[in-house]
């Protein structure tokens, strides 16, 4: 599945790191939770743990669309016009296939970003088709998934493996987290940081990001790529903005007996 910021290539590098972390606590932990979910990446790789498994996202259509594949209720469309991407920008919230089409049809998997299948040059890509046959390899391994849709401030948690992949930091704007085709809510980093803290007292919370305050540790970094293209001129340039150091964090007051 298309989605700016995850970890479809990552996913299966990261997952390890976790149920090794999951293997040590087994009797520590009750649930297993992701409380920003996104396209899967990660958790896909984690559904063979037993254990509760929960995934959450603030996006209401993304929640929709994973509720209903989870179902077997998403009937897929055979066909996507510009002009069908234009209404379901605007179709209310929750909706399925406003999620499918505003992730799945658009430019670097980011949410309505602009019709991606009219930027291909007729090349012989379709993204209809790799949206469905993404979808539905996933289908029988969420399941037992529960999916919740809150913010991420609004959780309870205790007794978990948490793995947040929030949006990252940038430097120069405030960083947009996005819940529809019309609106944003600047995402405060200051606050994730100490709710970090906060959960850290009770479950072991492992962080994505490229940098943490110096009170969180790096537990292990990964060289990756981010392009919404992917291009040749974007993905192998080595001082290109593209590449970065995916690295995992854990804060430094996380009880010891949790880490390897």
């Known amino acids: 599945m298309k989605y700016l910021g995850g970890k479809q290539r990552l996913g299966k590098h990261i997952a390890p790191i976790l149920k090794e972390l999951w293997e040590i606590n087994t009797n520590q932990f009750q649930s297993y939770i992701e409380p920003f979910c996104g396209s899967l990446g990660v958790l896909k790789n984690m559904v063979d743990i037993p254990t509760e498994i929960i995934a959450n996202d603030y996006h209401p259509d993304l929640i929709k669309m994973w509720h209903d594949v989870q179902r077997n209720r998403l009937v897929y469309p055979t066909e996507i016009t510009e002009e069908?991407?234009?209404?379901?920008?605007?179709?209310?919230?929750?909706?399925?296939?406003?999620?499918?089409?505003?992730?799945?049809?658009?430019?670097?998997?980011?949410?309505?970003?602009?019709f991606a299948q009219k930027y291909l040059n007729h090349k012989s890509e379709d993204f209809l088709k790799e949206m469905v046959h993404s979808l539905e390899r996933i289908r029988p391994l969420i399941t037992n998934v529960k999916f919740t849709c809150r913010d991420y401030t609004e959780l309870t948690l205790r007794k978990a493996l948490i793995y947040c992949d929030p949006p990252y930091r940038f430097e120069k704007f405030p960083i947009k987290y996005r819940r529809d085709t019309k609106h944003y809510d600047e995402f405060d980093n200051d606050r994730f940081w100490n709710v970090m803290r906060e959960w850290s007292k009770e479950n072991l919370v492992i962080i994505s990001e490229i940098s943490a305050p110096d009170d969180f540790i790096e537990i292990w970094r990964h060289d990756s790529y981010r392009s919404p293209s992917q291009s040749k001129k974007t993905r192998f340039k080595g001082e290109s903005k593209a590449y970065k150091i995916e690295k995992l964090f854990v804060y430094t007051g996380t009880n010891p007996i949790y880490l390897f």
């Open 84 to 114: 069908d991407y234009l209404y379901y920008k605007n179709v209310p919230s929750p909706n399925s296939l406003k999620a499918f089409v505003g992730f799945g049809m658009s430019f670097g998997g980011k949410f309505f970003s602009g």
